[in-house]
């Protein structure tokens, strides 16, 4: 099963906002398929249409803001439909007690009921903190237990491996879910000493994680999500890619 790669722009941000154009264009010439962006648009969808179109990539989700409140999940819709985005990714949620969290997950179900008619669908991208027990229940399982299967589990390997937590585990209690993945490196110790490995040099199981996705993950991408600043973003963008192709 060949799943398409995209890259999330938060890898190459600051390029990005130099010169979007061109950091697209160095994104496709890498191989990539696609990328997802995040955060609110600074540009109008037209804009955002002509980067797609000019550099032949798919738009393959967008970590948009602010998508549970109603005000925010109506600009995501309309925004989104005229780029051709049909996937919007909620980034964080506070997980302050079980209570909180099951009202959160109550939430999500509410936004994919409003979505589906528009033909889009909502996810939740996972963070360290998502795995730490809160009223001693782990945050993201009472998530995904009290979400419809409609609502995408985008887990992040490293974040969620810097949470403590075993992601093949998560996976396998969850199939079917992970229409998106963040495919992150990391290695225990990273930000104690600085040095932040590429994809095929740390500690991620990468085959494992590969094989269920295309067994039973029902992955539609993998996008592809190095958290390393200036100046070398787009070198390890394309080193992530080829790391992780050497596993495919």
Not at 46 to 56: I, P, Q, R, S
Not at 155 to 177: C, E, V
Not at 178 to 186: E, G, L, S
Request: proline share 5%; hydrophobic share 35%; net charge negative.
């Amino acid at each position: 099963m060949n799943i398409p790669i995209g890259l999330q722009l938060y890898s190459v941000r600051a390029a990005f906002q130099e010169n979007p154009l061109a950091t697209l264009q160095a994104v496709k010439k890498m191989g990539y398929e696609g990328v997802e962006f995040f955060g609110a648009p600074k540009y109008c969808a037209e804009f955002y249409v002509g980067l797609l179109k000019e550099t032949g990539l798919t738009c393959c989700g967008w970590l948009w803001s602010n998508v549970l409140d109603p005000a925010g999940l109506e600009a995501g819709i309309s925004f989104n439909k005229a780029i051709g985005n049909y996937t919007l990714i909620c980034g964080s949620v506070k997980h302050e007690s079980l209570a909180g969290i099951k009202a959160n997950a109550k939430r999500f179900n509410e936004v994919a009921d409003i979505l589906a008619p528009h033909g889009m669908r909502i996810g939740y991208h996972s963070h360290k903190g998502d795995h730490p027990l809160v009223d001693g229940v782990s945050p993201w399982d009472v998530l995904m237990d009290n979400t419809d299967e409609r609502v995408i589990m985008q887990l992040d390997t490293g974040n969620s491996m810097d949470g403590g937590a075993d992601i093949l585990d998560i996976l396998n209690r969850y199939p079917g879910r992970c229409q998106t993945i963040h495919m992150k490196p990391y290695r225990e110790g990273q930000y104690v000493t600085g040095i932040r490995p590429v994809i095929g040099e740390d500690d991620c199981p990468w085959r494992e994680v590969i094989d269920f996705c295309r067994t039973k993950g029902r992955t539609e991408w993998f996008i592809v999500e190095y958290g390393n600043t200036e100046p070398n973003a787009l070198e390890t963008a394309e080193q992530c890619l080829r790391g992780l192709q050497s596993f495919l």
